[in-house]
């Protein structure tokens, strides 16, 4: 497939980030993985040049009732509490947009889904928030974009305000322009 990053991380095990969410990721890419992929496909020539980045995961999973949790922007779609486990260091400035989540079935009543960007361990305004009730389908925030600067690190918190497992979590995706 053209655009993909395939890496194993050493365990053999290949799996592809970008322009895919049929992928069946296990762990998070490497910054130099996505450093090298950007390089490839976005680098230089004085023009803006976009690519796409997304995580997803074998099965979908659901977010625990009441929780936070965080996911990486590129790679694996397992959530953590731990944030420094899913951060994706930015090898070159750039600005990040069109924030897409997809959930699989029915996300119940009773509460949102939060999806919000994080940079350098803040939120900001890249947010998508699916409503409740909602039903399987993708949502999404094209109206806002986040500036960083190479060496920022990103990941992306979830919030699920439902005392219930949350819809499951089929793929996020953003768009990367340099």
Not at 54 to 79: K, Q
């Amino acid at each position: 497939m053209a655009n993909e990053i395939k890496t194993n991380n050493g365990d053999g095990r290949e799996f592809a980030i970008a322009d895919t969410l049929t992928s069946s990721p296990t762990k998070v890419p490497t910054s130099k993985a996505v450093a090298d992929y950007v390089a490839a496909n976005a680098g230089g020539g004085g023009s803006a040049k976009s690519v796409f980045l997304s995580s997803c995961n074998g099965e979908p999973l659901g977010i625990d009732g009441s929780v936070t949790r965080t996911i990486a922007v590129a790679g694996i779609l397992s959530p953590t509490d731990a944030e420094w486990q899913r951060v994706i260091h930015l090898p070159y400035a750039c600005t990040l947009s069109h924030l897409r989540v997809s959930i699989g079935d029915t996300h119940p009543s009773g509460g949102t889904l939060v999806f919000t960007l994080r940079k350098n361990g803040s939120n900001t305004l890249l947010v998508v928030t699916v409503p409740s009730p909602a039903y399987g389908s993708s949502y999404s925030n094209t109206s806002d974009s986040v500036t960083c600067a190479a060496g920022d690190y990103v990941t992306i918190r979830v919030v699920n305000n439902n005392s219930s497992v949350s819809a499951p979590i089929v793929g996020v995706s953003l768009v990367v322009t340099i």
